[in-house]
T-cell receptor, first 115, second 113 residues
């Protein structure tokens, strides 16, 4: 079964609204989670590293005020796309880093469509 | 700049034969490599990994080969099964403590019954 749960799997929203995506680690405590974005026929691009109890670390070119990340517990990280616009439409996917072994386990992803 | 490249976007293989997926990288500082498998509407699933100090790692039907001098790795699946049809991503870690993965663009493998 899945070790990382991501919700919702699909969101359709109007331009200007904010969308929150949840990522839960089910089988282990994850001090580190990651958020990726995937465009069609492209690789997964790391957006930010989410650290429990501290601020997220954003990759170059990713607007931290646009993509708010909260990692309030060892099993939950959230990504909020604020004031979403059509160009934010994409496939967002999270992962949780299992402490022993260093393997990332991925959620099923969220397809965001902004009208 | 794509540091991890999978030059074949797709590959078709007859069931029972060997599937070979290739991956090239440019950064010689990568010291850990992973292969992930992804079905539609699901997240990537970890398959197999290899440390840069090794040249081969085997796990059941899956074997990963690493050629550091050529900055090339490959995933061999033998025998190929219909359930292996998926998109395969190779990924690289800059250093084990860093944990940030750099992904290739993926190769869609189709196993023909």
């Amino acid at each position: 079964g899945a070790v990382v749960s991501q919700h919702p799997s699909r969101v359709i929203c109007k331009s200007g609204t904010s969308v929150k995506i949840e990522c839960r680690s089910l089988d282990f405590q994850a001090t580190t989670m990651f958020w990726y974005r995937q465009f069609p026929k492209q690789s997964l691009m790391l957006m930010a590293t989410s650290n429990e109890g501290s601020k997220a670390t954003y990759e170059q070119g990713v607007e931290k005020d646009k993509f708010l990340i909260n990692h309030a517990s060892l099993t939950l990280s959230t990504l909020t796309v604020t004031s979403a616009h059509p160009e934010d439409s994409s496939f967002y996917i999270c992962s949780a880093l299992r402490p022993a072994g260093g393997i990332q386990y991925f959620g099923a992803g969220t397809r965001l469509s902004v009208l | 700049d794509q540091q991890v490249k999978q030059n074949s976007p797709s590959l078709s293989v007859q069931e029972g034969r060997i599937s070979i997926l290739n991956c090239d990288y440019t950064n010689s500082m990568f010291d850990y490599f992973l292969w992930y498998k992804k079905y539609p509407a699901e997240g990537p699933t970890f398959l197999i990994s290899i440390s840069s100090i090794k040249d081969k790692n085997e796990d059941g039907r899956f074997t990963v080969f690493l050629n550091k001098s050529a900055k090339h790795l490959s995933l061999h699946i033998v025998p190929s099964q219909p359930g292996d049809s998926a998109v395969y991503f190779c990924a690289a870690l800059l250093n084990f403590g860093n944990e940030k993965l750099t992904f290739g663009t993926g190769t869609r493998l189709t196993i023909i019954p």
